[in-house]
C-alpha cells in the first residue's frame, strides 16, 4: 500500500478541519498574547498550547511513516485530554476564562468542533487504513 | 460565548453568502454519500462558491478602506475572511488529487466552514457575543 495513505481519503477531510484550526488558534493566541497577556494568563497560556497542539497534529498527520503516525497519535490524544479538562475547567471556574480559547465549554463557541475532531482523528489513525503499514 | 439572542446582525451580503455555503455543502455532501468523486456539478458549485466568498471578502475590504470598522475585533474579523476566502481554492485543490467520495466530502466540509465562518464574521462586525 501508498506508505502516505494516511493522508487520503478520510484522512483528507481530517487534515482540512486540521488547517482550519491551526489558523484559527495560531492567530487568536498570537493576537492575545501579544496584547493582553497580562489580563488572563491562564486562558492565553493555554490558547497558546491549544495552538501548539494543533500545529503539531497538523503536520504530523499530513506527513508519512512511522514517526509522524506516533507523533499524531500522541498529540491528538493531548488535544482530546486537553479540551476534556479545560472544557470542564471553564464550566466549574468561568471566572478564569474571560475570553474564550478554542476548548473552553468543550469548543462550544466552535459548535464543539474541538471536541469531535480529535475523536474522529484517532478513530482514523487506529483504523485499519490510517495505520502505518506493518513491517 | 454565549448564543446570540437574535439573527439581527446577519446583513444581505452575510445571507446569501451564508445560504449559498450551506446549499453547496448540501449538493456536495450528498454527492459524497452517493460515493461520487469531485465532477462537474460539484466543483462547479465550489467556483461560485468561491466567487461570491471573493465579492464577499472584497466589499469588507472596501468598507474597511472607507473608515468603516467593526465592533467586535479587526484581527478576528480578517482572520476569519482570509480562511473563507481561501478555503474553497484550498478545497478544490484539495479535491484534486481524491478521486474518491472522500475529495467530494473536502468540497463539502469547506463549503459548510466558509458558510459557518461568514455568520462568525457578521456577529465580530456587529459586535453580537462580545460585551
Redesign the interface.
Known amino acids: 500500500m501508498n506508505p502516505d495513505h494516511r493522508r487520503h481519503g478520510p484522512g483528507k477531510v481530517i487534515l482540512v478541519l486540521y488547517v482550519v484550526f491551526v489558523i484559527g488558534s495560531v492567530s487568536r493566541a498570537g493576537y492575545q498574547i501579544l496584547t493582553r497577556w497580562e489580563e488572563a494568563p491562564l486562558a492565553y497560556g493555554l490558547s497558546a498550547f491549544a495552538a501548539a497542539v494543533y500545529v503539531v497534529a497538523t503536520v504530523s498527520l499530513a506527513l508519512p511513516g512511522d514517526r509522524a503516525w506516533w507523533l499524531s497519535v500522541t498529540t491528538i490524544s493531548i488535544e482530546l485530554a486537553g479540551v476534556l479538562i479545560v472544557g470542564l475547567w471553564s464550566v466549574l471556574d468561568p471566572a478564569a476564562f474571560p475570553d474564550a480559547t478554542v476548548w473552553s465549554r468543550f469548543g462550544q463557541g466552535y459548535l464543539y468542533i474541538p471536541l469531535v475532531l480529535p475523536v474522529i482523528g484517532l478513530w482514523w489513525l487506529l483504523s485499519p487504513r490510517g495505520r502505518p503499514p506493518a513491517r | 460565548?454565549n448564543e446570540p439572542a437574535g439573527t439581527g446582525y446577519l446583513d444581505v451580503w452575510t445571507g446569501i453568502s451564508l445560504a449559498l455555503g450551506l446549499v453547496v455543502a448540501g449538493i456536495c455532501g450528498v454527492a459524497a454519500l452517493r460515493g461520487r468523486p469531485p465532477g462537474r456539478v460539484t466543483v462547479g458549485a465550489t467556483l461560485v462558491l468561491q466567487a461570491v466568498l471573493l465579492a464577499y471578502t472584497v466589499r469588507y475590504l472596501v468598507v474597511s478602506l472607507q473608515g468603516q470598522s467593526p465592533v467586535g475585533?479587526v484581527?478576528?474579523l480578517w482572520?476569519y475572511l482570509?480562511?473563507v476566502v481561501l478555503?474553497p481554492a484550498?478545497?478544490l485543490l484539495?479535491a484534486r488529487d481524491?478521486h474518491?467520495r472522500?475529495?467530494t466530502?473536502?468540497l463539502a466540509?469547506?463549503a459548510f466552514?466558509a458558510a459557518?465562518m461568514c455568520g462568525r464574521v457578521a456577529q465580530i462586525w456587529a459586535g453580537v457575543g462580545f460585551s
Do not use: D, Q, R
Request: charged share 10%.
Open positions: 460565548m475585533p484581527w478576528e482572520a482570509v480562511t478555503l484550498v478545497g484539495w481524491e474518491t472522500w475529495g466530502l473536502v466540509a469547506a466552514i459557518v
